[in-house]
């Protein structure tokens, strides 16, 4: 972007703390710990205050989608105008209704760990969802407005060639 972005956590450390390829012995990932909305909306406006830019940057390993929820709800509430994206999971929470309810609080994109477009390889991994789960989110996002971008990995244990190719065309898809 052409933008600059005040970052701001919404909670330290990772909700999930299961992927096998995690090093969670690090504080900064195992010791999850999330903000009150009311405390991150105090942050919003101080930043907005001290830099007068309302875009934001939520730095989190993976937002939690109910914290989420609840900051996109208090946003529309206060009628705080901001542009905002984030790091997720993939999670299932994030439906229809709830990505369009992101969206109208100013959600523009967010990014997240796909790592690989495989099921036996996402087991591996312990990353707690599916291929097809991953699709049914991203599809949510898309239609309500919200830019998806996602981190691939290349050569888990195990990981065959053909898997890597089947793995490139789905995210193709």
């Keep these: 972007t ?3 972005w005040n970052k ?5 450390g990772c909700y999930w703390k299961k992927c096998s390829f995690c090093d969670v012995s690090l504080d900064y990932i195992g010791r999850y710990e999330p903000e009150s909305v009311d405390r991150i909306i105090g942050h919003i406006e101080k930043a907005i205050a001290e830099t007068g830019q309302t875009g934001f940057h ?8 109910k914290l989420l929820k609840a900051l996109a ?20 929470s994030f439906d ?3 990505t369009d ?13 796909i790592e690989v ?7 591996l991994m312990e990353k707690g969802v599916t291929v097809e789960q991953v699709a049914q989110v991203t599809h949510a996002f ?20 053909q898997e890597t190719i089947d793995s490139l065309e789905r995210v193709r898809q």
């Design 2 to 4: 052409d933008g600059r």
């Design 8 to 12: 701001l956590v919404l909670a330290h």
């Design 58 to 65: 939520f730095v989190d390993e993976a937002a939690p989608p």
């Design 73 to 92: 709800a208090r946003l529309i509430e206060k009628k705080l105008q901001i542009s905002w994206w984030g790091n997720i999971r993939f999670e299932k």
């Design 96 to 98: 229809p209704l709830l």
């Design 101 to 113: 309810l992101l969206a109208r609080s100013g959600c523009i994109a967010v990014s997240g760990g």
């Design 117 to 123: 477009a495989s099921n036996r390889l996402l087991e």
């Design 142 to 161: 898309s239609q309500s407005g919200i830019m998806v971008h996602a981190y691939l990995m290349f050569g888990f244990p195990s990981e065959t060639v």
